[in-house]
């Protein structure tokens, strides 16, 4: 069995899908369906399914126990018996949080859980994220990796919807600045748009160009206008936002 790069523990989980042990569920999914063509037998590995482990220092088979029956080997230093994971890597400081019914990673007086979002976030957005009923259960827009149960962090544009930390930085990375869901911009680009503005007016449409307008929808305001055509861009007159598409 290849060396797992997910979790550090000492005993291997026996999939209830298929009958066989794996180091964990991200293994087991990797090997089992990540080329698999036939999507109708997709099967994912469901760690709460899990009642039998394989201790990896003397190979017994038992039920779920953080030490080994056999040899009492340490399987993992933090063991939730209700998630069934096991992790001896405590610098991650795991917790079980009851209201999201499976385990997180922490500090857990870093999260709080807003039962509106139905998930843990940071202490940092108590006052600030906008509440969407159940929004982390669903793929990330991006990766469409599940949010609500992934190893990544995700985080909330400023219209709500949440993707991964590391989607954002790739999309920014791809110069992409607006929600994939909803179009909406990801932060406050005003300064940028008056850099924007400046352009457009050292910029002198061509004169056949001059007098053409054009009907736009704003994606920030939802306002819809009609506004002279411009090359570089065409500015909401109600937001000021450049982030405008012709309809």
Partial sequence: MEPCNHYERGCDLLS??????????????????????????????????????RCRACQATQGLNQYCINCNTCMGAYFCAICHLYDSDLSKNIYHCDKCGICRVGPREKYFHCDTCEACLSVSLRNSHTCRPGILKSNCAVCQEDMFTSRQRAMPMSCGHFIHNACLRDMMAHHRYTCPICCK????????????????SNTPMPEEYQNIDCNILCNDCLKRNRVRFHVIGMKCPDCGSYNTTRY
């Fill in 16 to 53: 209830a899908c298929c009958n066989e042990f794996f180091a964990c569920r991200y293994c087991h999914d990797k090997e089992k369906y990540e080329d698999e063509k036939d999507f109708s037998k997709k099967h994912k590995m469901i760690r709460s399914d899990v009642t039998t482990v």
């Fill in 185 to 200: 911009s990801i932060a406050d680009f005003s300064d940028f748009y008056q850099k924007i503005d400046e352009e457009v």
